[in-house]
């Protein structure tokens, strides 16, 4: 009998994801993937083999072990996750049996948390990924977010690693840091020291393509940059949209476009920002690719 | 004597980190038919002469982007490999690989005011808009959507003052210079010409779109 997970409960942009749909840019489709590569990770590690992660978002998911048995990894901001009642550890592993009922609500911080399994994602990989785009609506569960009523199948993977026991070093708080963007030189010198010395706060617009900051000391309510030819975008870009409202282009992003970029989000900070909630202030700093290069390095 | 400062038809382009795990070969900073034409060259050397550890190269419509792993690759030993092709780079790259023809139905509701804002009929412009072989300027907006252009001078509109929530797959749109196709539903700024049945986006398929850069095409009217 198949492993088969029952969602009794799917909160929204409950989605599928895997690494990404890589070299696809080209035809119009961003690699989506993990939120927070790492917890994705590590929730892997944790799981022992699977492919394909169910990424949930604050409002959390209820699901039942219909038929089989698995381990699940859980990691990815702080959540509160329940096996039949019980309340088992954050990032952590439970091993569900038939008729279990894991019930994860949200936790203290974090947006989003990944369900790993030591099975595969029963999902058609699409392009060569079982990621879900929510922007192309391709991928994962018939290329849309999971939803109340939905039943996945999990297939079992040949020899799933053994779990591994992992220590979460807590993220960094300091300011995120950038390298200058595309278009930054044709930002004002005043806009430009503004970026760096104001604050910022996550806005309450927040999703896998791209998360709008509130501003609060109008450093961009000037900047009025028209007609840009468009051109490629990657994630960690933020862009100026029209109004003057900073957003933060994230997993989901379109592949082009035609506002202004006035810096890219380092890589290795990337993951911390996707945590943040709305609300949550930040401030920015600029340091240079080689830099952002061995940040990402020292993070492995 | 040799001239030394025969016009070089592409223009110089510079090399831009976009973040720390792509470089952008940038050939302009607006939209000219040179620079597209040595975004489209080049992206197809590297085609042919892949630079290692660069694992996805896209051409927009003035700049080439090429996406590394920064865990293995390390950009300034790509930014040298690039220049090395850069100087390689002729026009006889630049050359067509595939021919299309469009129909189209003109049929939008901005036709007739396109139309008129160029002081034609809107007979006279569906025949002007289709006079010329157009090319794929670029792809990558959207899941199939492409770029065509450029038209003659006398066939430059900017956009509309706002915007359609939603326009369906094949709508043939025009602005800027170029006529553009959806090939899913999409929100749009552009006029809306018409539409084709010529789809340009197939999840299933390998690859998933039919136009590449480059390609020529050519719209006609349905029939």
Known sequence: MNTRLFITRAGPLTTIQDAGRFGMLRHGISASGPMDRAAYALAGQLAGGGSGAIEITTAGIDLVLDAGNCRLGLAGGVFTARHNDRVVPWPGVVTLSAGDRLSITPGPAGNYGYLRFDADLDCPPVLGSVATSTRAGIGGYRGRALLTGDRVDLRPVAEPAAPVTVTVTPPDNGPLRFVWGLHADLFSPTIRQGFLQQPFAIGRRHDRMGIRLDDPHGVFAEASILSLVSDAIVPGDIQILGDGTPTVLMRDHQPTGGYPRIATVISADLDRLAQMRPGTMLSFAAITADHALSLLRSQI | ?223
């Open chain 2, 1 to 223: 004597m040799t001239d030394l400062s025969a016009p070089n038809a592409f223009p110089v382009p510079t090399i831009v980190p976009l973040g720390d795990a792509c470089l952008l070969v940038r050939f302009g900073t607006t939209l000219t038919d040179q620079a597209n034409r040595a975004v489209i060259a080049f992206a197809r050397l590297l085609e042919r002469e892949p630079v290692p550890g660069v694992d996805e190269v896209m051409p927009n419509l003035v700049s080439v982007l090429l996406r590394f792993d920064p865990l293995r690759a390390h950009p300034a030993q790509i930014a040298g490999e690039i220049r090395l092709r850069l100087f390689a780079l002729g026009d006889s790259d630049a050359d067509a690989p595939a021919h299309w023809t469009l129909p189209t139905v003109f049929d939008g509701p901005d036709l007739e005011e396109v139309a008129t804002l160029l002081g034609l009929s809107a007979a006279a412009f569906v025949s002007a808009h289709n006079s010329r072989t157009l090319r794929v300027l670029a792809t990558g907006f959207a899941p199939g959507f492409v770029y065509c252009g450029m038209h003659d001078d006398a066939l430059v509109l900017p956009r509309r003052t706002s915007v359609r929530p939603m326009v369906p797959a094949g709508t043939v749109l025009f602005a800027a210079g170029q006529t553009a196709i959806t090939a899913t539903p999409l929100p749009t700024g552009w006029h809306v010409l018409g539409r084709t049945d010529f789809a340009n986006f197939d999840a299933s398929a390998s690859p998933p779109t039919r136009l590449s850069p480059g390609d020529t095409v050519q719209f006609t009217v349905a029939t």
